[in-house]
């Protein structure tokens, strides 16, 4: 590791009172969870179908016995747990230097390690709703509602509260998002390969000069970045 980088990024979180962290889907490989452009990733397995498409909004409502067999084996990871990113997250929330997460994960880990302000890009396999009577409920008891999720209030369909392909993102979560990055001293991106637009737009609503992007393998970002480390998220935030 580049010590150097380290000590500067050291220094620029000392410093901060308004950091920002938005992060992909490496931020939870360290918890166990598999990312979908990896080595080992969702997309690189063989599957029925595509896992873009399997994912994706009309395919949700043409085939819902495969959709749901996909996001139960797949898509949900209910014994994950933070990790040491997760956890010094929180405690600089908790000690008023980060304002906010960004994730585009659904995982709810950040939650998990006590964040309190979190914008999830693509929802939270935490929230699932009746698409029928707008009934609510938790992870644990969506996993009782069966193959083919209903609702035990009225018969309807249960949905999980995560952002599928065809699907927009929130629009609050959105702005909440953004307005938090433009308002940010120190931009933290990390995990996330930053293929994935609108969320990859988001950096360029940063207006500082302390953006960090700490990722295993260059993204295509890395070029307007104040510091690049190209490491494990785990090994960088375990000596910070």
Request: proline share 5%; glycine share 8%; charged share 25%.
């Amino acid at each position: 590791m580049d010590e150097a980088k380290l000590e500067k990024l050291k220094a620029w979180a000392e410093e901060s009172r308004r950091m920002v962290f938005f992060g992909g889907a490496g931020v939870s490989t360290e918890s166990g969870i598999p990312d979908f452009r990896g080595v080992d990733g969702l997309y690189h397995q063989t599957f029925r179908d595509p896992p873009e498409t399997i994912i994706s909004h009309s395919y949700y409502l043409r085939r819902p016995e495969v959709f749901f067999e996909f996001y139960r084996t797949r898509m949900i990871y209910p014994q994950a747990k933070p990790n040491i990113a997760h956890i010094r997250l929180a405690q600089w929330e908790r000690e008023g230097k980060l304002l906010a997460v960004v994730t585009q994960n659904i995982d709810g880990l950040h939650q998990m390690a006590g964040s309190q302000n979190v914008y999830e890009l693509h929802g939270s396999v935490h929230r699932n709703t009746c698409q029928q009577c707008g009934a609510t409920y938790n992870l644990e008891q969506f996993l009782a509602l069966g193959k083919l999720p209903v609702c035990p209030v009225c018969g309807g369909r249960v949905k999980p509260d995560v952002v599928l392909y065809e699907e927009p993102l929130d629009g609050f979560t959105v702005q909440g998002a953004v307005d938090a990055i433009r308002r940010a001293d120190l931009l933290i991106v990390a995990g996330t390969s930053l293929s994935v637009y609108p969320a990859a737009a988001f950096l360029d609503e940063y207006p500082g000069n302390r953006l960090v992007l700490i990722n295993k393998t260059p993204t295509a970002r890395d070029d307007i970045a104040d510091l690049v480390l190209h490491e494990g998220l785990g090994d960088v935030f375990g000596r910070l």
